[in-house]
């Protein structure tokens, strides 16, 4: 199910930091109670591969999506404890040393489910009983979430396992987001920050096509 366009899920969520404290997190609130933008993307699993590499990526953007009013949330399925395991692993040795962004820990799989964002694909149905089961870790694709001040959901996407993501990519979506507020004109394709957008109206596509 799609949630852009609509406000994201009012759930609490446990959290760990790089200091080792066990909090909640209701990714709603903190966007609107805040009066901020949040970027809250999965990862499929701790001490893995793909996962470390994004992580620091969002770490190393973390000032740029500060400078635009905007929170970044990391989140898996992993208890608080694996998180916090894995922040005391050097960079060098695969861990995530070094990130201070929260890390969501959805180890009964309430948001996720609701996300709809868990890998079912070895789900099962006993038609006997009804039952439906599912093998394995019961992970979360890369799922990324962009939401604005008022808790709407403005941007969702996902990967599958092997695709890392673009971080930039966000950065970008973000400062769409925050120009389309601010002036009222949309984004075309390719659009960055300091290029000409355009008035959502047959005269703005065709002065836009024309000059580009």
Not at 12 to 20: H, K, S, T, Y
Not at 151 to 163: D, F, R, T
Request: charged content about 25%; proline content about 3%.
């Amino acid at each position: 199910m799609a949630f852009v366009g609509k406000k994201f899920p009012d759930l609490n969520v446990d959290a760990m930091n790089e200091m080792g404290d066990t909090f909640k997190v209701n990714v709603l609130e903190e966007a609107v109670k805040n009066k901020k933008k949040v970027v809250l993307f999965w990862y499929p699993k701790d001490f893995t591969f793909v996962c470390p590499t994004e992580l620091h990526a969002f770490q190393a953007a973390a000032a740029e999506f500060e400078k635009r009013n905007t929170i970044v949330i990391g989140a898996s399925c992993d208890t608080p404890e694996v998180h916090f395991a894995w922040l005391n692993v050097e960079k060098d040795n695969g861990g995530i040393e070094g990130v201070t962004y929260p890390i969501l820990a959805d180890t009964n799989r309430n948001l996720a489910s609701t996300l709809g964002i868990l890998d079912v694909t070895n789900e099962t149905y006993n038609e006997e009983t009804g039952v439906v089961t599912v093998d394995g870790d019961n992970v979360t694709y890369r799922a990324t979430y962009i939401i604005d001040e008022d808790g709407v959901v403005q941007h969702e996407s996902i990967n599958n396992m092997p695709l890392g993501r673009n971080v930039d990519e966000y950065l970008r979506i973000v400062d769409a987001l925050t120009h389309v507020q601010k002036f009222g004109e949309v984004c075309p394709a390719n659009w960055e920050e300091g290029k000409d957008a355009m008035n959502a109206n047959r005269d703005g596509v065709s002065s836009y096509l024309a000059s580009h």
